[in-house]
T-cell receptor
Framework: DAGVIQSPRHEVTEMGQEVTLRCKPI?????LFWYRQTMMRGLELLIY????????DSGMPEDRFSAKMPNASFSTLKIQPSEPRDSAVYFC??????????????FGPGTRLTVL | AQSVAQPEDQVKVAEGNPLTVKCTYS??????LFWYVQYPNRGLQFLLK??????LVKGSYGFEAEFNKSQTSFHLKKPSALVSDSALYFC???????????FGRGTSLIVHP
């Protein structure tokens, strides 16, 4: 398996523009997580899905952020409009939940977002 | 609520010496404990986990961790550090029955020659 795939790896955009980050989880994993990592705040959980359904989005910072998972193999995180304070590394992770609650997460390589 | 504390932002150790990266946790019920490592410009990578059983857990790259219930700790250890072990290490905890771990802020391990 190729692991969790994220695109793009780097994104530079200007304030006010829409940004879409993409994630393909590992096949067979039924949990998907979106995280944001910054020096100031560390690793923050933004939202997670179970079987394509959003379960907890309490970590999403503002209404400017939205996430979807239209099917088991694809998820997007959208920021509209983007602001300089959104600059961070965004990680997608997936894990198996079926039959065990102790499974580790597998992280993608991340998308480094810079908003000018 | 569950929480994780990694009291050291940075740990420095000489190559060949033993290393310890500390982690304490707070959780109601039985904890599930994890260690992850993050190399520069990479995502987090699973190292090891404690679910139940033997308090000493062995993981990847020669790392091990000891679960201490009375001290609510799960320190990461390695008998002999390598320069290539230099990375950011994260401890995480979830309670029994929860898929959602809480991560610590991370500890930067620097192994110098």
């Amino acid at each position: 398996d190729a692991g969790v795939i994220q695109s793009p790896r780097h994104e530079v955009t200007e304030m006010g523009q829409e940004v879409t980050l993409r994630c393909k989880p590992i096949s067979g994993h039924d949990y998907l997580f979106w995280y944001r990592q910054t020096m100031m705040r560390g690793l923050e959980l933004l939202i997670y899905f179970n079987n394509n359904v959003p379960i907890d989005d309490s970590g999403m910072p503002e209404d400017r952020f939205s996430a979807k998972m239209p099917n088991a193999s694809f998820s997007t995180l959208k920021i509209q409009p983007s602001e300089p304070r959104d600059s961070a590394v965004y990680f997608c992770a997936s894990s198996r939940g079926q039959g065990s609650m102790s499974n580790e997460q597998f992280f993608g390589p991340g998308t480094r977002l810079t908003v000018l | 609520a569950q929480s994780v504390a990694q009291p050291e932002d940075q740990v420095k150790v000489a190559e060949g010496n033993p290393l310890t990266v500390k982690c304490t946790y707070s959780v109601s019920g039985n904890p599930y404990l994890f260690w992850y490592v993050q190399y520069p410009n990479r995502g987090l990578q699973f190292l090891l986990k404690y679910i139940t059983g033997d308090n000493l857990v062995k993981g990847s790259y020669g790392f091990e961790a000891e679960f201490n219930k009375s001290q609510t700790s799960f320190h990461l250890k390695k008998p002999s550090a390598l320069v290539s072990d230099s990375a950011l290490y994260f401890c995480a905890v979830s309670r029994g029955g929860s898929y959602i771990p809480t991560f610590g802020r991370g500890t930067s391990l620097i192994v110098h020659p």
